[in-house]
């Protein structure tokens, strides 16, 4: 289908890490990334992969790539309740300019 | 790092009524905007792209006379949601691509922080 899909909801404890999954659909996407989005706000870059990658590692935060699958994931480490927000994965899509798709956004809860 | 500026954060407007969210990129220029709508815990979802200079493209589904852009300059591209109904209540947001990046690679894309439509 056309949507990336995530899953909508995570909870955990603070200093557990999280791990967010997301599927997306375009295979030729050239690049995946990882927005954060805190109530009331706009979106902020976290994060982004070349399909060429299966791993990328940025301080806190490891995406993991299967391209096969189509499957892409967000590791945060030590998780802080400052992480609190909605995580969404978009996948690029090259229609002439890159177009961003959204997954469905999911929701981290992180408690003390 | 860049920074894109979009007003209202907030607006109530009465049904009927024509409302215009503004959307600017403060240090740097952007040939390219995009705007989006997101309702209540939904994923973003792109209306159009603004270009300066030229028209905008809609996506499938959204009214170009419904949803009115101009991108007049480098630096401002303006929504104008006419006769606003309750169904187009939305957090409507903008993202700005930096002139200078020419990278696939969307680092050079920056996001406003939202406007809350309200329409009674």
């Known amino acids: 289908g056309e949507d990336v899909e995530q899953s909508l909801f995570l909870s955990v404890r603070e200093g557990d890490s999280s791990v967010i999954n997301c599927t997306y659909t375009d295979s030729s996407s050239t690049y995946l990334y990882w927005y954060k989005q805190e109530p009331g706000a706009g979106l902020q870059l976290l994060t982004y992969i070349f399909s060429n990658m299966d791993m990328k590692q940025d301080q806190r935060l490891t995406v993991l790539l299967n391209k096969k699958d189509k499957h892409l994931s967000l590791r945060i480490a030590d998780t802080q309740t400052g992480d609190s927000a909605i995580y969404f994965c978009?996948?690029?899509?090259?229609?002439?300019?890159?177009?961003?798709?959204f997954g469905t956004g999911t929701r981290l809860l992180v408690s003390p | 790092g860049a920074v894109v500026s979009q007003h209202p954060s907030r607006v109530i407007c009465k049904s009927g009524t024509s409302v215009k969210i503004e959307c600017r990129s403060l240090?740097?220029?952007?040939?390219?905007m995009f705007w989006y709508r997101q309702f209540p815990k939904q994923s973003l979802m792109l209306m159009a792209t603004s270009n300066e200079g030229s028209k905008a493209t809609y996506e499938q589904g959204v009214e170009k006379d419904k949803f009115l852009i101009n991108h007049a300059s480098l630096t401002l591209s303006t929504l104008t949601v006419t006769s606003a109904h309750p169904e187009d209540s939305s957090f409507y947001i903008c993202?700005?691509?930096?002139?200078?990046?020419?990278?696939?690679?969307?680092?050079?894309?920056?996001f406003g922080s939202g406007t809350q439509l309200s329409v009674l």
């Open positions: 978009a996948e690029g899509r090259n229609t002439g300019f890159q177009k961003l798709v």
């Open positions: 240090d740097f220029q952007a040939t390219t």
């Open positions: 993202s700005a691509r930096d002139v200078q990046g020419v990278s696939w690679g969307n680092e050079k894309l920056f």
